[in-house]
């Protein structure tokens, strides 16, 4: 997780005041494959650029939370995604108005499904999303697992892991986050990894995503403090120096999932 080579290290950091309020979707039902660790990269490196992070959750029942700055759902099993059907969508109008705002938000595996139009099971029963993303995902009987790479042009070497038997295909308004270079991602066709459309970011990946690619985790942050306090994050001070040496760290575990055979 280390910082972005062009961060001054001599210029000045923001006031300790500054809140950056980061909501997780349905972390009850959707996070089962570690992206709860999305959650901590965000509010760990929040704190090194010197902001308040504010780490708000979100499940079905639950108050909607006022004015977030990010938001970030993680993956589940078909009946997580039964569970929160009914509730996600009589938040979609929320979550479209927030898209459409520009508020960065990430989405992996079960709920990327489900900002998109719909996910139709192996049975033909179909869950339907709020199409915030214009993607569909349909059920099959083949399971793609194993480590991705995948190149950006915005976010250069996008690395993570993959299981699902979901394949999921792009409709006209969603661009792919990236191009898939090993692995399967959205489907096993068209070597497109994940969608976009404006601040939204959908992906397959896991493992969790944002601690191998801290490139994503710096977007994220630098929309949400330009948008909210007008900020810049590459005129802010460099992340502290932290108690491991997370660049290599980040550079080793980047390097071994990329190698690994599928």
Not at 88 to 99: E, M, S
Not at 209 to 214: G, R, S
Request: aromatic share 8%; net charge negative; with cysteine.
């Amino acid at each position: 997780m280390g910082s972005p080579a062009h961060l001054s290290a001599a210029s000045p950091r923001p006031s300790r005041l500054k809140e950056i309020r980061v909501l997780q979707l349905y972390p009850r039902d959707m996070n089962i494959y570690g992206d709860y660790g999305n959650a901590l990269v965000l509010k760990r490196r929040l704190e090194w650029y010197g902001y308040t992070p504010v780490m708000l959750s979100y499940d079905p029942g639950d108050e909607f939370p006022t004015d977030p700055d990010i938001l970030i759902g993680g993956g589940g099993q078909d009946s997580g995604q039964d569970r929160i059907q009914a509730d996600l969508l009589g938040i979609g109008k929320r979550l479209h108005a927030l898209a459409e705002q520009d508020v960065p938000m990430l989405m992996i595996c079960g709920l990327y499904q489900l900002f998109g139009h719909f996910f139709e099971t192996r049975e033909g029963s179909r869950i339907s999303g709020i199409g915030v993303l214009d993607v569909e995902t349909y059920g099959t009987d083949k399971r793609l697992i194993g480590n991705v790479v995948a190149e950006s042009d915005q976010f250069g070497t996008v690395i993570g892991y993959e299981n699902h038997s979901g394949q999921t295909y792009l409709g006209d308004d969603a661009a792919p986050l990236a191009a898939v270079t090993a692995g399967e991602g959205n489907n096993q066709r068209d070597a497109h990894e994940g969608a976009r459309h404006r601040n939204v970011l959908g992906s397959y990946l896991h493992g969790s995503l944002l601690p191998k690619n801290p490139a994503i985790a710096d977007f994220l942050i630098a929309t949400a403090v330009q948008q909210k306090f007008g900020d810049q994050l590459g005129e802010l001070a460099a992340p502290q120096t932290a108690p491991l040496p997370l660049d290599a760290l980040t550079d080793r575990a980047r390097h071994i999932a990329a190698s690994r055979p599928r």
